[in-house]
């Protein structure tokens, strides 16, 4: 089994910053590609960005230039920076994990999110 676990969700103003983790744990041979997806009320979940295993990233253009993914492989974890917080930006903050697994499966694990409120 395998487990994927965020943290790092708060009430922030607009502007401020926020930084959130997410850890992969359990039956775990490989970690590839990582990301962060958000879900808005009322909305689709979107992807906010990602990063590969070598640290290639993506963002959506919504949040280029404010929000940094990183990853450390040697603690299975990701991180996403995020600074000057809009309002837009509040919403529940899934992690996705694309785990090879101990039995050499593959397998897309997400964790249970993580709310970010942004007040104005």
């Known amino acids: 089994q395998v487990q994927v676990v965020e943290s790092g969700g708060n009430l922030v103003q607009a502007g401020g910053s926020l930084r959130l983790s997410c850890t992969a744990s359990?039956?775990?041979?490989?970690?590839?590609?990582m990301g962060w997806y958000r879900q808005a009320p009322g909305k689709q979940r979107e992807l906010a960005a990602r990063?590969?295993?070598?640290?290639?990233?993506n963002y959506a253009d919504s949040v280029k230039g404010r929000f940094t993914i990183s990853r450390d492989n040697a603690k299975n974890t990701v991180y996403l920076q995020m600074n000057n917080l809009k309002p837009e930006d509040t919403a529940v903050y899934y992690c996705?994990?694309?785990?090879?697994?101990?039995?050499?499966?593959?397998?897309?694990?997400w964790g249970q999110g993580t709310q970010v409120t942004v007040s104005s």
């Open positions: 996705k994990a694309a785990v090879i697994s101990r039995r050499y499966e593959f397998l897309e694990v």
């Open positions: 359990g039956s775990i041979n490989s970690i590839n590609g």
């Open positions: 990063i590969t295993k070598g640290g290639g990233t």
